[in-house]
């Protein structure tokens, strides 16, 4: 646990240098201050914003809309069964108005959390699929992972969203000026350097929060076959849906542009097409050696999950 926290501490304060040494480039470039105290307050500053804001951008971006237990008692039953398990407060509970199959955790502090799953998600797992996935969101909670994740994740959600704005929508291609094509690009450079912390930091997490669905009583099986769901979910969506959901990929429990390319590999686990993997199948698993190529290794690389065969034989690995 100390290790995964250690790495999120470490992977902020590089970010800290990244924000740090924009708001210098920024400064000398129209303020002509030199002064190093001025840039340190000024990036301090944003990091507040960010530790301020970034749950609101999350809701916003997701159309989050919370609930009461009126609406959804299943829903509600599950978490609070879950959060006492995991001795850790009852999160507030949202759901994501996408049809996106999924599920994410959020939130400044553990007395803060927010669980939230997407309207496409309750209508893909059965009840016992859904509650496997909730305990890899409320263990997001108790290693206290989400709050590094949402301060590292805003940055480069805002870069994207500038990026695409001034790249494609800001202007008719014919009367976008150099200025804001030179925008553009300097913010999805930002973009992509930030995000790959971003995308580390996610990988690291995700093992964690396996183990830990485990640790609160939840079948390898049955969130193996959760994140099977999800993937193939996934795959059927439109790329306009997943592209909506671009920036925040890395609160999710599969990467969703990921799940084409996922699908071929996990249908080979379900051998009986029943759509799910039973335990006989995970555990035909836990004896086979996956090796991964360099292409599989350069597109794990640059995504927010851990390859989907590699993370579900992990699971095959788990015992209750």
Known sequence: MWSLQLRMWLLL????????????????????????SFYLIISLVLMFVQYMIGPKIVEWTMRVKYIKRTDNPRLF???????????IPAPKIGIAQIELPNAFAFG?????????????????????ELKAVLGH???????????????????????????????????????????????????????????????????IREYFADRGSIALGNHPSTLASSLYKLVYGSARMKPEALRESEGLKAFFVNDPSQARTEIKELAQLDLDKSGTIDPAELDMLRNKNIRL??????MELLSTHPNMLKRIKRLSEYKI
């Open 293 to 298: 190529n360099l292409g599989d290794k350069l």
């Open 13 to 36: 304060t590089i970010l800290f240098g990244f924000i740090y040494a924009l708001v210098v480039i920024v400064g000398k470039s129209f303020l002509h201050v030199g002064d190093f």
């Open 77 to 87: 039953q599950m978490v609070d069964s879950l959060a006492s398990r995991a001795n």
């Open 108 to 128: 400044r502090s553990i007395g803060d959390g927010r669980v939230c799953v997407t309207q496409g998600i309750l209508n893909l797992l059965s009840d016992e």
């Open 137 to 203: 969101e409320l263990s997001h909670l108790k290693n206290r992972d989400v709050l590094a994740i949402t301060l590292l994740s805003v940055i480069p959600m805002v870069m994207y969203r500038i990026a695409w704005q001034f790249l494609f929508y800001g202007r008719r291609r014919d009367e976008r000026g150099p200025n804001t094509v030179l925008i553009g690009l300097a913010a999805f450079i930002f973009y992509f350097l930030t995000n790959l912390l971003v995308l580390y930091a996610s990988r």
